[in-house]
């Protein structure tokens, strides 16, 4: 059984410098240019799953895509490196700015039409945008059934897959699906794996196609911020106001000075 | 696309239970309907849901749509995604509201897709406000481990979607004396429903008592050093009735459980008193508690940065000072 995989990968800003994102006092859009970029967490767990398929299912291919900005290249060589053997980039002006469904609908484009996988593995969720939306939405476009918060994915047939779905409180769902599907992958389904210097080598040799708005024939209406229907209206620094008033000294009183504020407060 | 200014919520039921998210997000739909003098309605999906309906209907939803069949009994990706976008198609809501949890989250993009409209996710505020000289919802979302604030609209497409975070809304007070329509809907399986069943569901109970909903929060970070720091910590929180939560490195040691974790990652909490010990007060940590209305903060670290986003500061070793409270505070 010999099995198509796509495994959808994404750039985002590294969080550990979260921190030093600013808004542009102007215009009010966020800066983040000085921050480094990585290969968003779950979605290298997101393609150990593919890579862990693939070998399982001798002639099987894995394709990593993603959608973004020139530097977002990176991340393919990566998943290359790692083991993926083809890269789709699909990077365009014209997809700037978009939201979860004109994102979706972009990838949707590549893998209804050119991409046609029995199985596509996202990450749950990014940490940047953090929506946890793009991976149901695709599979919806596609008009195939998904599953998210994956945690262990059993192949039953080549053409049907049993997926545990982590619940609330370490609970489950098992969901018995038929392929070709989506699955969207939490961190424990699996330990990724280290990239070798063999794995380097051999990246360079490995397909890689760039793909814009023309070559997908996607419609234009649909595509980056013309095709997002939610709209950012606003971004703030978060204020918290709070009283901050500091106290030191010796413990029992600073404990009776608690008791004396909370009741002050109301809340004993 | 016009509209009937009806809002709606998905009810999520799990094993013959109304789930608290979703009547949270009933209370927001409640104060939205009224902002848009609209009504609010359920969507309910399940086997023998009629008990449920009208449990609804206490909560304060003027109708129901119910959907009820053995088959629905638990979630159905597909079937339930092909019953509410036809819902949708038919009555054309203005807003429809989800529960931020994992099913909700698995549901409610797949939705919006399906009838193309734009959604937000985990918001912690919904609201009219006047953009433009025109009244609109928008949508508030944390951003970057919460250190930024979002807000989002939608374009003229409806309904506008949104899913709510729990915590974020209140759960209104049911009123058995309410009345409301309650609407069935036929379900009949289409081969598309079958391509994904569930095939089973398991529920667990939390571990400890929930960080989320808890009138008291008592929470800890790497401080905590030793077993014993960990009894003196719910010491402390059984002395104040609290649920007790945690930093990330506090996860990690296995000090407080999973569930429980504060933060970006974990869990928003807005009770009337946070107490934090402990931690150092990274965005990604204090962004769960930023809804608290009083907040202590215990560091020895004079230059710890949680003491800017706390009302009363305690600069001591929490192995000293945790004792005294939890002797000050026996006796109130
Ligand atoms: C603070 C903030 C809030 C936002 N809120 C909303 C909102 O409420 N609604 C909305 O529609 N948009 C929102 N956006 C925009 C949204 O983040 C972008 O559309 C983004 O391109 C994709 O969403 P995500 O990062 O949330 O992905 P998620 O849905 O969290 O990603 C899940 C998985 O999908 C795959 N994936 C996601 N993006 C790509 C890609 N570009 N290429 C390949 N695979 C990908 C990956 O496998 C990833 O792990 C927000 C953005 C920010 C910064
Ligand atoms: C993408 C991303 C997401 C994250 N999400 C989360 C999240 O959801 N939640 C979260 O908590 N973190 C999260 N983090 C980690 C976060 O950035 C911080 O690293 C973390 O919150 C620090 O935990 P801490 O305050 O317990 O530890 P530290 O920063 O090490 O602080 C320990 C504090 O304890 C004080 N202390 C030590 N001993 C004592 C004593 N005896 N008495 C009194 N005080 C003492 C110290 O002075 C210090 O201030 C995330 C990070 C990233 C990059």
């Given at each position: 059984m010999a099995l198509k995989i796509a495994v959808c990968i994404k750039q985002i800003s590294d969080p550990e410098y979260f921190s030093q994102i600013t808004l542009d006092p102007v215009t009010g859009s966020i800066q983040r240019d000085k921050v480094p970029a990585i290969l968003n967490p779950l979605d290298e767990n997101a393609l150990e799953e593919g890579l862990r398929i693939k070998e399982k299912y001798e002639g099987s291919k894995l394709t990593v895509v993603t959608m973004g900005p020139p530097p977002a290249r990176e991340v393919l060589d990566w998943g290359l490196a790692l083991g993926a053997d083809e890269a789709v980039f699909l990077s365009d002006r014209a997809f700037a700015g978009a939201d979860t469904l004109a994102t979706a609908y972009t990838l949707a484009e590549y893998m209804g039409k050119?991409?046609?996988?029995?199985i596509i593995i996202c990450g749950n969720m990014t940490e940047d945008g953090a929506t946890g939306q793009v991976a149901p939405q695709l599979a919806e476009l596609l008009n195939i059934p998904h599953v998210t918060s994956v945690s262990e994915v059993e192949f039953i047939d080549e053409a049907t897959i049993v997926a545990k779905q982590n619940i609330e409180y370490g609970g489950y769902l098992k969901v018995q699906v038929q392929l070709p599907a989506l699955i969207a992958v939490v961190k424990e389904i699996n330990e990724v794996r280290d990239v070798t210097a063999e794995g380097l080598m051999d990246a360079f040799d490995k397909d890689f196609t760039t793909l814009g708005a023309a070559e997908l024939e996607a419609d234009p209406d649909l595509i980056g911020n013309a095709g997002s229907p939610t709209k950012v209206v606003g971004t703030f620094k978060q204020e918290i106001d709070r009283q901050k008033e500091i106290l030191s000294g010796s413990v029992q009183e600073l404990a009776q000075k608690v008791r004396e504020k909370l009741s002050e407060a109301n809340i004993l | 696309m016009s509209t009937n200014s009806e809002v709606w919520v998905w009810a999520e039921q799990r094993n013959g239970k109304l789930m608290d998210v979703s009547l949270q997000t009933l209370g927001k739909a409640l104060e939205l309907s009224q902002d848009i003098n609209g009504r609010v309605a359920a969507v309910l999906i399940g086997d023998d849901a009629g008990a449920l309906a009208e449990e609804l209907v206490s909560y304060g939803a003027e109708k129901v749509y119910l959907v009820a069949d053995a088959q629905l009994k638990n979630y159905q990706s597909n079937a339930y995604t092909r019953i509410i976008s036809e819902l949708i198609e038919q009555y054309q809501p203005e807003m429809m509201l989800f529960g931020a949890n994992i099913i909700g989250m698995d549901l409610a993009p797949a939705v919006a897709a399906r009838v193309r409209t734009g959604l937000t996710a985990h918001c912690s505020d919904l609201k009219m406000e006047t953009i433009d000289g025109k009244s609109q919802l928008v949508a508030t979302i944390p951003g970057f481990s919460g250190g930024m604030i979002v807000k989002i609209s939608w374009d003229e497409k409806r309904p506008c979607m949104a899913t709510l975070s729990s915590g974020a809304a209140e759960k209104p007070e049911p009123d058995q004396s309410r009345q409301g329509e309650i609407i069935t809907v036929d379900y009949q399986a289409t081969e598309e429903d079958l391509k994904i069943q569930t095939m089973e569901m398991v529920e667990k109970q939390p571990a400890a008592t929930p960080v989320e909903g808890a009138a008291i929060v008592v929470s800890g970070g790497?401080?905590?050093?030793s077993e014993d720091d960990v009894k003196l910590i719910q010491e402390l929180a059984d002395v104040l009735g609290a649920a007790v939560g945690g930093t990330r490195p506090a996860r990690d040691a296995q000090w407080v459980v999973e569930d429980n974790l504060i933060g970006s990652s974990g869990k928003t909490v807005s009770p009337k008193l946070f107490i934090s010990i402990g931690a150092s007060g990274a965005a990604h940590y204090s962004c769960g508690f930023q809804k608290a209305k009083y907040v202590i903060a215990i560091d020895k670290d004079p230059q710890a940065p949680i003491f800017e986003v706390c009302d009363l500061g305690i600069q001591a070793d929490l192995n000293e000072i945790v004792p005294a409270l939890i002797e000050a505070l026996k006796t109130t």
């Open positions: 050119m991409g046609n996988p029995d | 790497k401080g905590i050093k």
